[in-house]
Nanobody, 124 residues
Framework: QVQLVESGGGLVQAGGSLRLSCAAS????????MGWFRQAPGKEREFVAA????????ATAGSVKGQFTISRDNAKNTVYLQMNNLQPDDTAVYYC?????????????????WGQGIQVTASS
C-alpha cells in the first residue's frame, strides 16, 4: 500500500509559479512510476505529466509543455511538479498518482494509487 500526500498548492496571480510536492509512504518508491493529473470544474480529468521509476524519462502534456516540469527524488520519496507562468486555465485540483513498475502511462486508469488532490488557482 502506498499513500500519497500532495502539498504546495494555493492561489497565485496569473504569471506566477508554484511547485507541487507529493510525498509517498513506504520503502519501494523507486519502483513506482509517478504522474500528475488535474481536473477543473465541469471538465474531465486530464494528464499533466509523468516520470519513470528511475527518473530518466518524462512525459508532459502538450498544453503545458515548456511551462510545467516533473521531477523526482527517490532518496526523499517525493515527486515534484514545477509550474511556471500559471494562467487561469491551469486552475484545477491536481492529483499525484503512482503506478507499479518502471514505466509511466498517460491514462489515469493505469495508476494504482492516488493522492487526495490539491487545489491550484491562478487568478487573472
Amino acid at each position: 500500500q502506498v499513500q500519497l500526500v500532495e502539498s504546495g498548492g494555493g492561489l497565485v496571480q496569473a504569471g506566477g509559479s508554484l511547485r507541487l510536492s507529493c510525498a509517498a509512504s513506504g520503502r519501494t518508491f523507486s519502483t513506482y512510476a509517478m504522474g500528475w493529473f488535474r481536473q477543473a470544474p465541469g471538465k474531465e480529468r486530464e494528464f499533466v505529466a509523468a516520470i519513470t521509476a528511475s527518473g530518466e524519462a518524462t512525459a508532459t502534456a502538450g498544453s503545458v509543455k515548456g511551462q510545467f516540469t516533473i521531477s523526482r527524488d527517490n532518496a526523499k520519496n517525493t515527486v515534484y511538479l514545477q509550474m511556471n507562468n500559471l494562467q487561469p486555465d491551469d486552475t484545477a485540483v491536481y492529483y499525484c498518482v503512482a503506478r507499479r513498475g518502471p514505466l509511466y502511462s498517460l491514462s489515469y486508469t493505469s495508476y494504482d494509487y492516488w493522492g487526495q488532490g490539491i487545489q491550484v488557482t491562478a487568478s487573472s
